[in-house]
T-cell receptor
């Protein structure tokens, strides 16, 4: 079935640095969503993308829907300590039974 | 606050027992999704209901079952519990059944001892 792979798996960055992460699939998606999860909490929706090539911002976060529809990117500018957490991409599958699946996650740690 | 309510927040039970997790979706949302998240793992899709009907199943064990009631709340039943069932169980809801944003509850932490 369709899977979402995220990279990097984890990253340590200094406060103030910009962060980039991506999500790829072997098959196309029509919607890409990015979530952030704090320890022990539910994922919180950050950005939703619905159109190939779309670039959407939410404060310091910017996400892009890849032209091939097989990938998406999330950038965080000027990171701050509260950006720590796990970032997941997600989307509804487009083949077989409709399922809302999540990527493997990128764990972000910010060093003050 | 996402508007999705899950109860209980924590549950400790013994192996072999049965538990029921409850989810109230956001007002107006017709879809409910259930996910399992084991320690330091990703979110594994279990099952999706839309307006009372099952729409999709993921890797849900036969010991697990779910339903969505006419008032749209949903319950996830876990039976013959094993130690490996210890995990966070999340419910999410969305307005429609396809290509829509899903909002998550705070989860139920299940510990099987």
């Amino acid at each position: 079935g369709q899977q979402l792979n995220q990279s990097p798996q984890s990253m340590f960055i200094q406060e103030g640095e910009d962060v980039s992460m991506n999500c790829t699939s072997s098959s196309i998606f029509n919607t890409w969503l990015w979530y952030k999860q704090d320890p022990g909490e539910g994922p919180v929706l950050l950005i939703a993308l619905y159109k190939a090539g779309e670039l959407t911002s939410n404060g310091r976060l910017t996400a892009q829907f890849g032209i091939t529809r097989k990938d998406s990117f999330l950038n965080i500018s000027a990171s701050i300590p509260s950006d720590v957490g796990i970032y997941f991409c997600a989307g509804p599958t487009t083949s077989g039974t409709y399922k809302y699946i999540f990527g493997t996650g990128t764990r972000l740690k910010v060093l003050a | 606050d996402s508007g999705v309510t899950q109860t209980p927040k924590h549950l400790i039970t013994a192996t072999g027992q049965r538990v029921t997790l409850r989810c109230s979706p956001r007002s107006g949302d017709l879809s409910v999704y259930w996910y399992q998240q084991s320690l330091d793992q990703g979110l594994q899709f279990l099952i999706h209901y839309y307006n009372g009907e099952e729409r999709a199943k993921g890797n849900i064990l036969e010991r697990f079952s779910a339903q969505q009631f006419p008032d749209l709340h949903s319950e996830l039943n876990l039976s013959s519990l094993e130690l490996g069932d210890s995990a966070l169980y999340f419910c999410a809801s969305s307005v429609a059944d396809q290509n829509t944003e899903a909002f998550f509850g705070q989860g139920t932490r299940l510990t099987v001892v």
